[in-house]
């Protein structure tokens, strides 16, 4: 993979050969081609869209997992009951990087041919960039609704102790010639991974993020990842990560709370056991789908052309600032920070995968084994 330093502490990266290195990483642990081509369309989806926390820089989580044995390279992913569109599946304790996407096209498909359709997982892994999910609903004109339970890092409104996730969740509205409208968000103040960056870099975070082990505020990212993450608006974030945990974990009968394995946990033939759930909706099945689109449009435009308060030029619709950057990176070419780079070349390493020496893609898939 060739790495261009740029001069201002960040590196320029051909996309291309990222999406080439990423996927022999993946084929070099042992998966097929099919499900490394799937969770290397996750993890550049992450950090085309800005969402760091979740792309080349999450390489270390995933590729820790697969060499302590802690994901399942051959799942036989199973749909559990007999429903056409409200449906079970069990992941068999592969990587969420797998699960999400085969689950997120089980219910399209079903969305489209019933108009509304739900897939409740368990027995998965974390599932990388929850934008990922509402991009492929929005790009179906589908309406979609995604969300997944994770290990406990969020103490219950009133407590002190880890006994729930961030438990995210992503929504997609989609748009004629606009944008379409995508909530992603955690239902803590920020994403764990957040933090993990910060103190990757070594950066302070706010005061407003997390507690220390001892339950109070700190802006030390090392003692906030030792500690509890502070919800999203106080009880209100608090309430969303019960649902998330309702309609995740209950609803497919999977595990919740200190049943779910952090990454410090995990450790040999051990799993996440972590939770997704997957609605969509097909808009056409209420009015014309091209009305609906366009009326998308002119709520869009109708929020943009609102007046601005004094020092903001512009009002942006959720999603549209992760739109923005993945149109840049698409024409400008990808800058990853130097500490990210510092990542991958470990991992090629670790793994002896040297990415300058192989031209397509095909070269890299018969010399990862």
């Not at 609903?137 to 006994?163: C, D, H, Q, W």
């Not at 109070?216 to 309430?239: F, S």
Request: net charge negative; aromatic share 8%.
């Amino acid at each position: 993979m060739s790495i261009n330093n740029n001069g201002d502490g960040n590196v320029n990266v051909d996309i291309n050969k990222t999406k080439n290195f990423v996927k022999a990483i993946f084929t070099s642990l042992g998966l097929s081609n099919r499900y490394a081509e799937m969770s290397m369309e996750v993890i550049i989806q992450a950090e085309l869209t800005g969402v760091l926390t979740h792309g080349l820089a999450k390489l270390p989580f995933y590729v820790m997992r697969y060499k302590n044995k802690s994901e399942n390279i051959s799942p036989k992913i199973k749909i559990m009951n007999n429903h056409t569109n409200n449906i079970l599946l069990d992941g068999d304790n592969a990587s969420g990087l797998i699960v999400g996407p085969e689950a997120l096209k089980i219910c399209i498909r079903s969305a489209k041919e019933k108009g509304i359709a739900a897939v409740a997982v368990k027995n998965s892994g974390h599932f990388g960039c929850g934008n990922y999910y509402s991009w492929k609903f929005a790009e179906e004109n589908l309406i979609g609704i995604v969300m997944t339970n994770s290990a406990p890092l969020m103490a219950p409104y009133g407590g002190k102790e880890r006994e729930i996730g961030t438990n995210p969740i992503t929504v997609a509205i989609p748009a004629n010639h606009e944008n379409p409208i995508i909530l992603d968000m955690a239902s803590s103040i920020a994403a764990y991974g957040k933090i993990q960056v910060a103190a990757i870099v070594n950066e302070k975070i706010p005061f407003t993020w997390a507690n220390n082990k001892d339950g109070m505020a700190t802006d030390n990212p090392a003692e906030a990842l030792n500690g509890t993450l502070q919800p999203l608006g106080g009880y209100k974030g608090y309430g969303l990560a019960v649902i998330v945990d309702a309609l995740t974990s209950l609803l497919s009968h999977g595990e919740f709370g200190k049943n779910i394995s952090s990454v410090e946990e995990l450790s040999e033939n051990s799993s996440e056991k972590i939770s997704h759930f997957m609605l969509g909706i097909d808009p056409s099945t209420f009015y014309d789908i091209g009305d609906f689109l366009s009326y998308v449009d002119s709520y869009v435009k109708y929020i943009k052309n609102s007046p601005k308060a004094e020092g903001n030029d512009e009002i942006f619709l959720p999603g549209e600032i992760e739109f923005n950057k993945y149109h840049q990176n698409i024409e400008q070419g990808l800058t990853i920070r130097n500490e990210t780079k510092a990542i991958l070349l470990q991992i090629a390493n670790d793994l002896g995968l040297n990415f300058d020496d192989y031209a397509s893609l095909e070269e890299l898939i018969s010399n990862a084994y």
